[in-house]
């Protein structure tokens, strides 16, 4: 009888811990870099390959930092709010265009409209590798010292903007 315990309680601590992990949200990872510098790097612009853009340049104001590619369905559906970001003029939003196609990158910008000040290219994903990135779109509030402030993961929502992003900027913008 007592050897058929020590399984039976396995597999039951086994079953609580794996429920336990559905009801969490992947969205609400923490993310090891909030609070720490943006990592370094100098990568060109999808717009124009021969200008290069680094972390140093873009410091000294708040800003966000949008991982999109062209091939992602979820970009495309926050890709209207990110527009309407754009045109209202709240906070400049840079893109870093994620192991992506230059050519598909700039017709998906055409098509679409394009939201970014600047879209650098990470053709080859070393800057979202350091970013912790893990699948598209996710989003980086950057505050002026270049230090990163929070971290969305997924589409970007008009709820989201509103509720969460927006007030988190205009905190940093004080």
């Known amino acids: 009888m007592k050897k058929y315990l020590v399984p039976i309680a396995l597999f039951a601590a086994l079953g609580l811990l794996l429920a336990y992990g559905l009801k969490l949200d992947p969205r609400k990872i923490p993310s090891p870099l909030i609070g720490k510098p943006l990592p370094a790097f100098s990568l060109a612009t999808v717009a124009n390959p021969a200008r290069k853009i680094s972390d140093r340049d873009l410091r000294g104001r708040v800003y966000l930092l949008n991982v999109w590619a062209s091939w992602c369905a979820a970009c495309r559906q926050e890709h209207p709010v990110l527009n309407e970001i754009a045109r209202s003029k709240a906070v400049p939003i840079i ?75 205009q905190q940093l913008e004080k």
């Open 95 to 169: 893109g870093l265009n994620y192991k992506d196609k230059r050519e598909d990158a700039l017709r998906w910008l055409t098509e679409l409209g394009n939201p970014y000040e600047q879209s650098l290219a990470d053709g080859d994903g070393r800057l979202g590798i350091d970013l912790g990135v893990y699948g598209v779109p996710e989003t980086f509030v950057i505050a002026k010292d270049g230090v990163i402030r929070y971290k969305h993961i997924g589409p970007i929502t008009a709820e989201i903007w509103q509720e969460k992003l927006l007030p988190f900027v």
